[in-house]
């Protein structure tokens, strides 16, 4: 449970960013990560990753990930694209702290209302699953690929939220010596005030570029001319 509107569309959370998961960092060296994973049925997955400090006080991130599948059966294609954005700021006597944490979801699955015959599963002439005729989509037994996007009937949502987080801590501070060149300031707090600004923006559609009438109005009894 958590506290605001939820619409409900929790099947692809697994694949998206969140505030909840947001990571900030602070390096002394700009880092970055790069990994590319191919999976079965020529599942693609690309994963971006850089972070680097801009001073001792400020450090921003950055990550990108996509994920692409043609998928078992015809029409079940699916293309995610997914940012994160994050920065951090702490002042020089470290009473202050600044969170921005930014995400944008694209998340597009292919929906193909399940096979029309479950006898084909046992036809031995059927030898690929992607030769399985399904209900929705029609004909379309392509593999496609990692920049073809074109999804017939698909599930598509689209997620981006920005944090805002502003933190100032009352306590006690004091400059440690090292040794005769090297001073270190450590602050211990006692009591913190905390202000959070969020604000989101949420799109679900589902869309059909070649509706089947009759597919629609038997099981949904919705008629589409």
Known sequence: ??????????????????HENAKFYNTNRPYSELWYLIGAKQEQMINLQHTQNRGEKFNFSFQYRKVNSPGFYQNQATNHDT??????YNSQNKRYHLFLSYYLN???GGENGGIRNPADLNDPEITDKRLVPVQ????????GGLLNTNIPVKSYYQ?????LRQQYDWGKGDTLQINDTTDV???D???RVE??????ENTYRFQDALPDSLYYRTYYDINIP
């Open 136 to 143: 929705l989509g029609g004909d379309n037994p392509s593999v």
């Open 106 to 108: 694209r998340i597009n």
């Open 1 to 18: 449970m958590a506290p605001g509107f939820d619409a409900g569309f929790h099947s692809y959370d697994v694949y998206n960013f969140s």
């Open 83 to 88: 940012y994160n954005v994050t920065a951090n």
């Open 189 to 191: 707090p006692v009591f």
């Open 195 to 200: 202000h959070t600004f969020t604000y989101t």
């Open 185 to 187: 300031y450590k602050f």
């Open 159 to 163: 997620e981006g939220s920005i944090l």
